[in-house]
């Protein structure tokens, strides 16, 4: 799809006024799929059965299934910041590291390229061919201002397919140029079905700094805002501070969606419409479970 064709999707992703309505979790008419990962000094925990895990919905303990990962292809929509700051290597190695994230992805996968700065533009995808996604890739330059927030609601909304969604955003400077606030991101991260993965690009301190080098305070509160966004979904934000750690980042997200779970459930005992709590555990294993807090269901009309 072109960019100018994005304008339109964007147009209704997008919020116009303060009566636009967030992308809302669509489960199934009567199931919730829940995606999740172990992870056990640093690894992740495999071999796990149903019976290993313990959700409640809204403080009542659920029965739960696992779903093979197999019925449930991704939708992987990399969000790629190509403001003027990415100019040079830093961009080639964005590159080299969203193909080695596209060289993680099961055939059966789809992946999507959106890319941003003072605007968005809906690159490549969604497609089962991945060399399409990387040649969009190469093709990418560098010019204008960034809009973190803009670009991250919009990978958000336009990835809740029914497919499994799943949001990559790389990002290098501090937001100068969203419409949308915090707020309105992290209910667009709460309510819709995507797991988000986040990459910020932090540059290392010199080697015999005279003053301590620490972030300046608008780049500290983006990283804290899109680190709750990314956990609140089950996600998390990695740091890079060189195009070696910038690859191990991207290559490590796609190898952590080949060992999430997937867990089914149909809800009881709890009311259907409004926000869901979602508390999930181990029993008889130890690890720590990193899993969507809740979700919203709408009422009806």
């Known amino acids: 799809m072109a960019a100018c064709a994005l304008g ?22 009567e199931a919730v799929h829940v995606d999740a990962l172990v992870v056990r000094s640093g690894r992740p925990v495999m071999g796990l059965r149903a019976a290993n895990f313990e959700l409640k919905d809204n403080g009542v303990r659920q029965r739960v299934e696992l779903v093979a990962a197999e019925a449930r292809p991704l939708l992987a929509v990399l969000v790629f910041d190509t403001s ?29 390229l959106m890319t941003f700065s003072e ?8 497609t089962e ?35 499994r969604p799943l949001v990559v955003l790389f990002s290098d400077g501090e937001d100068n140029l969203s419409f949308l606030g915090e ?3 992290r209910l667009a991260a709460e309510r819709s079905n995507a797991l988000v993965y986040i990459v910020a690009w932090r540059l290392p301190p010199p080697p ?9 305070p608008s780049e500290l509160r ?65 690890g720590d479970v990193q899993a969507r807090r809740g979700y919203w269901v709408a009422g009806k009309r």
Not at 14 to 28: D, L, N, T, Y
Not at 100 to 111: C, I, Y
């Open 208 to 216: 015999f700094p005279t003053t301590p080098s620490v972030p300046v």
């Open 8 to 29: 339109a999707a964007l147009g209704a992703a997008v919020p116009a006024s303060p009566q636009a309505k967030p992308p809302v979790f669509r489960a199934e008419v």
């Open 222 to 286: 983006r990283e804290e805002v899109l680190r709750d966004v990314a956990e609140a979904t089950g996600g998390r934000l990695w740091q890079a501070d060189s195009p070696a750690r910038l690859r191990e980042a991207f290559a490590a997200i796609a190898d952590a969606m080949g060992h999430r779970y997937v867990l089914r459930y149909e809800p009881e005992g709890v009311k259907r419409e409004g926000w869901h709590r979602i508390e999930l555990r181990l029993r008889g294993e130890k």
């Open 129 to 163: 061919d991945k060399n399409e996604v990387r040649r969009a890739l190469d093709a990418l330059r560098a010019a204008g201002a960034t809009a973190v927030y803009d670009a991250l609601f919009s990978g958000i909304t336009l990835a809740d397919t029914g497919r």
């Open 84 to 112: 003027s700051s990415m100019a040079g290597a830093r961009l080639v190695a964005l590159q080299e590291a969203g193909r080695a994230f596209l060289d993680g992805l099961r055939p059966e996968d789809q992946a999507a």
């Open 119 to 126: 605007e968005l533009a809906w690159v490549s995808g969604p």
């Open 183 to 185: 707020r309105q991101l």
